[in-house]
C-alpha cells in the first residue's frame, strides 16, 4: 500500500487526508487536495468520498485526476456509485436548509444567548467591551475622545475568533503596522516594541507551511474560514515564526504572522468581505506524537511582519 495518493501529477499524504476525516473535519480535506492538486472541489469531494468507502488503496501509483468515478470497483467487484451531483457550496447549503428546521426550537436558547453575550461585552470580556470601556474613560476626561478610539481601532484591524475571550485589561499582543499611527500613538507604540525586546526572539527552526497554518485556523474558526476560502477566493500565507519558550507540553510552539492573499488578485487582502473573525497573528502549536498543526490566540510579542506583505503585494 502507498503512503501518498497521486492528484493531477501531485503527490499529497494518506495520513494527512485520513486523520482529517477522523477529526471530523472532511471539508478540511476536500480543502486540502483542491488546492494542493489544483483540482475542483467535486473532484476533491469524489476522492475524500473514496476515503469513506476504503476504496483509495485500489489505486495505488494511479492519477485520481483522471479517474471515472463511476467506474470505481470495490474488491468484492461491486461497482461504487458516486453519489448524486453537486458541487461542494451546495452540500453546505442543504446542511443549512436542514439546520433551518430547528429554527424555532433554538428561538428561546439565542435569547438566552444573546443576552449572555451582551454581558459578556459589557463587562469587557472582548474587543467590543474594551473600546466601549476605552470611550468611556475619554469622554471622562474629555481629552479627545474621536481621535484615541480612532487609533485603538486601527490598532486593532481584526476581531477574536468565535468563541475566544479575553480579559479587558489582558495585554494584546498582536504586531501593529506602526506605520499607520499617529505621532502621538506611535511613540507609544514604539515603547512597547522596545520593551519587548525582538532582539531575543529565537526564529522557529520548524514551523507550519501555508498549507498547514491554513487548516489549523479551519479548524480554529468552525469552518468560518472555509467559505473565505472557496466563496472569496482567499488563502493564508504565514510569515517569519518564532519559537515560544513555554511550550506546554507541545513538541513545537511557535508565534507567526499571517495573511489572507486573493487568488484572483494576487496580492494580500486586509479582512474577508464581510464579518472579520481573523487576527492577524497566532500561535501555532504542534502536540506531542502527532503531526497536525492546532492554532491558537496569540501568547506574546513579535514584530510586525513587513516582509511577508511586501511579498504578497501586487506586482504590478
Not at 147 to 163: I, N
Not at 215 to 238: F, G, M, P, S
Request: with cysteine; charged share 30%.
Amino acid at each position: 500500500m502507498d503512503n501518498n495518493i497521486l492528484v493531477n501529477k501531485i503527490e499529497i499524504e494518506k495520513k494527512i487526508i485520513i486523520d482529517l476525516i477522523k477529526q471530523n473535519n472532511r471539508d478540511g480535506a476536500i480543502v486540502l487536495i483542491a488546492n494542493r492538486a489544483n483540482v475542483k472541489f467535486k473532484t476533491a469531494r469524489d476522492i475524500v468520498q473514496m476515503f469513506d468507502e476504503d476504496d483509495i488503496d485500489l489505486f495505488d501509483g494511479k492519477d485520481l485526476f483522471l479517474v471515472d468515478y463511476e467506474e470505481v470497483s470495490h474488491s468484492d467487484s461491486s461497482v461504487y456509485q458516486e453519489p448524486a451531483p453537486s458541487s461542494f457550496l451546495e452540500v453546505e447549503k442543504d446542511r443549512s436548509k436542514r439546520g433551518r428546521s430547528k429554527k424555532g426550537l433554538l428561538i428561546g436558547l439565542s435569547l438566552l444567548a444573546l443576552g449572555f453575550i451582551f454581558l459578556r461585552y459589557v463587562i469587557g470580556f472582548n474587543h467590543i467591551g474594551h473600546h466601549l470601556s476605552e470611550l468611556a474613560q475619554v469622554f471622562d476626561k474629555n481629552d479627545g475622545g474621536a481621535a484615541a478610539l480612532d487609533a485603538d481601532t486601527a490598532d486593532r484591524k481584526v476581531s477574536l475568533e468565535p468563541g475566544v475571550t479575553r480579559v479587558a485589561d489582558a495585554e494584546d499582543f498582536r504586531p501593529v503596522d506602526t506605520n499607520l499611527l499617529s505621532p502621538e500613538f506611535k511613540a507609544s507604540e514604539m515603547a512597547k516594541i522596545k520593551n519587548a525586546q525582538f532582539d531575543k526572539l529565537i526564529p522557529a527552526k520548524k514551523s507550519p507551511t501555508d498549507e498547514e497554518a491554513q487548516l489549523a485556523l479551519i479548524y480554529l474558526t468552525n469552518k468560518r474560514l472555509t467559505e473565505v476560502i472557496i466563496q472569496q477566493k482567499l488563502n493564508i500565507k504565514i510569515g517569519q515564526c518564532y519559537e515560544i519558550p513555554l511550550r506546554e507540553g507541545n513538541q513545537r510552539c511557535v508565534s507567526c504572522m499571517i495573511l489572507l492573499y486573493n487568488r484572483e488578485k494576487k496580492h494580500w487582502q486586509e479582512a474577508p468581505d464581510g464579518e472579520n473573525f481573523l487576527d492577524n497573528a497566532y500561535d501555532f502549536y504542534l502536540p506531542e506524537g502527532d503531526d497536525t498543526w492546532r492554532a491558537k490566540s496569540l501568547s506574546m510579542h513579535i514584530p510586525y511582519d513587513y516582509a511577508l506583505f511586501k511579498k504578497h503585494e501586487r506586482k504590478d
